[in-house]
Each structure stands twice: as structure tokens, then as C-alpha cells.
């Protein structure tokens, strides 16, 4: 990886540590405690294996990625890492607004 390798990686990285530190420090939901939310989780990772595998195999790629602008890491199949992290902060970040925006509406009734 050279110093372009944070093009894809810097960021993956700082939306994973800022959705996690919005959670500790902000809203404090306690979603990470629950049960739900890590099924739910390994339910999105079964279905992002399987389209990010798709979309990004290497034999037939229909995503191209800059190998300048990731670390290399694949897996499973072809998958950078960095997806991994995007999607966790994606999906994570909905989840903390719909909790978030639950409880404040259920203290203003």
C-alpha cells in the first residue's frame, strides 16, 4: 500500500470510529448491548457478502477499485475490507437515528 492507500481506508476507518463514538458519547441508545442488533447485523452481512461478492469479483468485476486507494485486503471472495467498514457504519448509523429519534418522540408524547 503506498500513501494513496488512505483514499478508501482513512475514511472506512473514521466512519467506523465515529458512528461507534457517536453512540458512546452522544445518543447513548445502548443498541450495541442488544441482541437484536448483532442479528441484525449478521443478517446484513450475509447479504452484503453475497452482492459485494458479485459486484466485485475480480474475475468479472462490475465495482472497480484503485488498488492505490485500498489496503488489498480481500475477503471472502473478492472483497476489500473497506466495504466491511463502510457498510457497518452505514447500516449502524440508520439504526442509531431510528433509536435516537424513537425515544425522543416517545419522551415528547
Request: with cysteine; hydrophobic share 55%.
Amino acid at each position: 500500500m503506498s500513501l494513496t492507500g488512505i483514499g478508501y481506508t482513512a475514511p472506512a476507518l473514521g466512519a467506523v470510529v465515529v458512528v461507534c463514538a457517536a453512540e458512546c458519547a452522544l445518543l447513548r441508545t445502548g443498541l450495541f448491548r442488544r441482541p437484536a442488533y448483532w442479528l441484525t447485523m449478521v443478517i446484513v452481512l450475509g447479504f452484503q457478502i453475497a452482492v459485494d461478492g458479485w459486484l466485485t469479483k475480480l474475475d468479472a468485476p462490475i465495482v472497480l477499485y484503485n488498488p492505490d486507494h485500498i489496503l488489498g485486503l480481500r475477503f471472502p471472495w473478492d472483497i476489500p475490507v473497506e466495504d466491511f467498514l463502510f457498510g457497518f457504519a452505514l447500516v449502524t448509523s440508520v439504526l442509531l437515528s431510528w433509536e435516537y429519534a424513537r425515544r425522543r418522540q416517545a419522551v415528547t408524547r
